[in-house]
């Protein structure tokens, strides 16, 4: 398990960023909030514009560190409310998309009359007149639509470094400078480099400003997982203060406070029933469709919603520390980290545009000093266009997008994954090892065979076996009592009590001696029971744990408990080795037990009898024979071996320590959600390649055909407005592509 995203979580600040439109901004952040005095590691998520910063900081001079550096920064805290963020992110989609509607009033009808002869001609008297308007015009129209470049660009310039604002504003920026020379100057320029590019500066702004616009909205969809799970919940709680019950704000609650929650109602916070009974729809937090039932000692969630019955519970978790609460900021870290894919494109984000911008000039002075007249209007065109066709937005988008899309649809089917690089590992395991207890099986031993002897009939025995098991502590006992509570019979007093440790118990119920347990009690008491070894015997084969029951030393029946697999066991391990996967199950059982539980679900291979501290061996020997190895197990017990493994698959519910123990946690329990998870894993790894791919081939062939690479043969040149179009619709693109992963058949679905 990756232990680069275990940083100290305990002191975490969450910032929104505002102002950052390319890789280079992610890179000029991260570099100014790392050098805050306590940082310790910080992740800065260029989707959904935000920054987590680990350590023992103070998050005001985080967000001042933010602001020096050109943006602006404010902290986030608790759990926001979607509705305001929704309304932020639709007001930001209104704003955009009012400056593209603006900037292509006008760009738009002055092409076209540019292209029809409408214009007068720049050397023309009336063209002295009418030109220094469009020129005026231009400007205000860059102010309104394109002054957040501007002003990126400055700040950016300020510190020494460059960015995507840097391109825009050099290369409308250039042809608004240039065009408005012309008009003085258009007498002693030859007629093609007397031509203006007003109109091409203000609709570069116009396809810029709907493009990001487009992918604002886009990439809203891609929190929405984010969203939904903080709607979970509510905003209001009832408690009872002395007395009285009262509707007060969820931030009020305090710890062991009693809350009553009605029929229809969220459960505002985690805590423990203590009165009433109920079923809850845990679906939204588990994936599980089915009710669970709650009585007295039922642990409840927040953001759960109760279906039948009012109760009373007692609140024992609260604000950050409730589960919903710890979901969402598993999620959040997840879509914050980056896999090792991300990498390659952050390091060449950040030398881009610099990189970029030499280009602009070296074609410049190439087109000066070998094009054909007039040089200096093909040197500008070009320049110009290789500035706005390799706005890197597309490159830094590639990676995140699709971690945030792929995270999200994750926790809505009910798996955490932890972290970026735990997301991209998952569809390369080469072996997956999976516990017994809790994994594969239900991890609650439950009766599954009763059989009687001579007089006695299936509900005597069992009438007998739980009155004598009443006073024990033993597992086994509670199958048995429960199996007995459930088919409703009365127990009976029992007098004389004697536990045997490791054999059993004797008592005494009316006026007989009864004995209950396995052979070595038997013997022990002196009762025989030769003949029904061969049904101790097969009923050991199958996997479960047969115990005598004698009455005055004569055998009455044979109760067996067993630990039954989960229903889609087997299902998940055929999917697992139908996707090449070596399966192992390792277990501290019985090789007999082990050996029919493996068999039921379909399992080749098993190491039994092997100890917790021990599986982390089992691992690192499957690793050094060259396997990738993944761990399944309830993330506690096998703790050591999660942290060993490749990556940590942890079963458990969303209230369980193991959120903490493993790269990815499976809430609900199911373990068809591990190959489902991979699946994922490889769906999001080929969409991130796809991105990557496709950005990285736009910019590759983009800027050379922008250059002019196509003119000499030819005789193409690409026109800046078409290069600005493009530009913005590739990040749409990216945007786009990242969010069928949300679509994306999945393994079991």
Not at 252 to 277: A, C, M, N, S, Y
Not at 573 to 580: C, H, P, S, T, Y
Not at 637 to 652: E, H, K, R, S, Y
Request: hydrophobic residues 45%; aromatic residues 6%.
């Amino acid at each position: 398990m990756n232990t680069e995203t275990q940083a100290d979580s305990s002191t975490e600040t969450r910032l929104s960023i505002l102002g950052m439109r390319c890789a280079g901004c992610v890179s000029a952040v991260e570099g100014a909030l790392n050098a805050v005095p306590g940082v310790k590691e910080v992740s800065v998520n260029f989707a959904d514009h935000s920054a987590v910063v680990r350590g023992n900081s103070d998050p005001d001079l985080l967000k001042t560190a933010v602001q020096e550096a050109g943006y602006d920064a404010a902290i986030m805290e608790g759990l926001e409310d979607p509705a305001e963020e929704e309304q932020q992110e639709l007001e930001r989609y209104q704003k955009l998309m009012k400056k593209a509607a603006v900037a292509a009033a006008f760009g738009f009808p002055l092409m076209i009359a540019g292209h029809m002869d409408w214009l007068p001609a720049l050397n023309s008297a009336a063209g002295q007149v009418f030109w220094p308007y469009v020129s005026l015009i231009t400007l205000a129209l860059l102010y309104y639509s394109g002054g957040h470049f501007y002003q990126g660009a400055l700040k950016s310039l300020l510190l020494k470094q460059a960015n995507m604002d840097t391109l825009i504003a050099l290369g409308t920026g250039a042809a608004w400078f240039y065009s408005s020379i012309l008009i003085d100057f258009s007498d002693t320029l030859a007629s093609l480099s007397a031509h203006a590019y007003f109109e091409a500066s203000v609709i570069i702004l116009a396809f810029i400003n709907f493009g990001t616009a487009l992918e604002t909205r886009a990439r809203g969809k891609t929190s929405s997982a984010i969203r939904e799970l903080i709607g979970l919940q509510p905003r209001t709680a009832r408690v009872i203060r002395d007395g009285q019950e009262m509707d007060i704000p969820i931030e009020q609650v305090g710890l062991e406070e009693t809350l009553r929650v009605r029929p229809g109602e969220k459960i505002p916070v985690d805590g423990v029933l203590i009165e009433g009974h109920s079923t809850v729809d845990e679906s939204m937090l588990t994936g599980e469709p089915i009710p669970v039932e709650k009585m007295e000692g039922s642990g409840v969630v927040a953001g759960t919603m109760n279906q039948q019955g009012s109760f009373l519970f007692k609140a024992t978790r609260i604000g950050r520390d409730t589960a919903l609460a710890q979901i969402i900021k598993s999620v959040r870290q997840a879509q914050s980290t980056k896999p090792a894919i991300a990498k390659l494109a952050d390091k060449i984000s950040a030398v881009f545009v610099p990189i970029v911008v030499a280009i602009s000039l070296l074609t410049f002075m190439i087109w000066m000093a070998i094009g054909p007249d007039p040089a200096l209007a093909y040197a500008f065109v070009t320049s110009m266009t290789v500035l706005v066709i390799a706005c890197p937005c597309a490159l830094g988008l590639a990676t995140p997008i699709s971690v945030m899309v792929s995270v999200g649809r994750a926790a809505q089917m009910g798996v955490l994954i932890r972290n970026g690089e735990s997301l991209q590992s998952a569809g390369k395991l080469s072996c997956l090892i999976l516990d017994k207890t809790g994994t594969v099986t239900e991890g609650k031993p439950t009766v599954s065979t009763i059989e009687a002897v001579g007089d006695y009939d299936e509900e005597r025995v069992l009438q007998l076996a739980a009155s004598i098991e009443s006073g024990s502590e033993h597992p086994l006992a509670a199958a048995i009592l429960a199996a007995a509570e459930e088919k409703q019979v009365k127990l009976e007093k029992t007098g004389r009590f004697h536990a045997v440790a490791g054999h059993g118990i004797t008592a005494e119920i009316g006026e007989h001696q009864v004995c209950f347990g396995n052979t070595a009690l038997m013997d022990e008491q002196g009762v025989k029971y030769a003949r029904y070894g061969k049904k101790m015997e097969t009923l050991s084969s199958q996997g479960q744990t047969p115990m005598l029951l004698a009455v005055d030393n004569k055998i009455v029946g044979i109760i067996a408990v067993s630990d039954p697999i989960k229903k889609d066991s087997a299902k998940a391990v055929k999917e697992l080795i139908q996707q090449g996967v070596r399966v192992l199950m390792v277990t501290g059982d019985n090789e007999i037990t082990a050996k029919a539980v493996a068999k039921q679900a379909g399992i080749q291979e098993i190491r039994a009898q092997v100890l917790p501290q021990d599986k982390a061996a089992v691992v690192k020997k499957l690793q050094q024979q060259g396997e990738v190895v993944g761990m399944v197990g309830d993330g506690i017990n096998d703790a050591p071996a999660l942290a060993q493994a490749d990556v940590g698959f942890a079963i458990g519910t969303g209230t369980d320590v193991a959120i903490e123990s493993a790269d990815i946690v499976i809430l609900q329990g199911s373990l068809l959600k591990v190959p489902e998870a991979m699946a994922l894993s490889r769906a999001t790894v080929t969409n991130i390649k796809q991105n990557l791919l496709g950005a990285f081939f736009y910019n590759t062939i983009g800027i050379p055909v922008a250059a002019g690479l196509l003119y000499p043969v030819f005789g193409l040149l690409l026109n800046p407005m078409i290069a600005g179009a493009a530009m913005a619709m590739s990040s749409v693109t990216v945007v786009s592509n990242a969010n069928r992963l949300r679509w994306v058949k999945l393994s079991g679905e």
